[in-house]
């Protein structure tokens, strides 16, 4: 089993900045991917952005590109830097982890085996 715990969520107000944490534990294999995704009212939910605990390969949804930046602590932490923020970024912001065999699959929510509880992200104007 996994455990994953996110933190850092908050209020802030557009063009401000978050910092999102998920701590991991449990039986972490490195091939594991790493995944934030987000989910608002009514949404599907989306994919942000990812990576390998091994490697440095890291892809970024299209919403994430260029504000987000997505990074990993040698004690299975990982973290989701976002400037930048606007009002459409308000969701419930998940962390997600499992042995995801492709990189295609790396943001497709689906491939994903366990989950942390969420952070709620609101961004107001």
């Known amino acids: 089993q996994v455990q994953l715990v996110e933190s850092g969520g908050g209020l802030v107000q557009a063009g401000g900045s978050l910092r999102l944490s998920c701590a991991a534990s449990?039986?972490?294999?490195?091939?594991?991917?790493m995944g934030w995704f987000r989910q608002a009212p009514g949404k599907e939910r989306e994919f942000v952005a990812a990576l390998r605990w091994s490697g440095q390969q890291k892809i970024y949804g299209d919403s994430a590109k260029g504000r987000f930046t997505m990074s990993r602590d040698a004690d299975y932490t990982v973290h989701l830097q976002m400037n930048s923020l606007k009002p459409e970024d308000t969701a419930v912001y998940y962390c997600g982890t499992g042995d995801v065999t492709s990189d295609q699959e790396m943001g497709l929510w689906r491939a994903y085996d366990y989950w942390g509880q969420g952070t709620q992200v609101t961004v107001s104007s």
């Open positions: 449990g039986r972490i294999l490195t091939r594991f991917a």
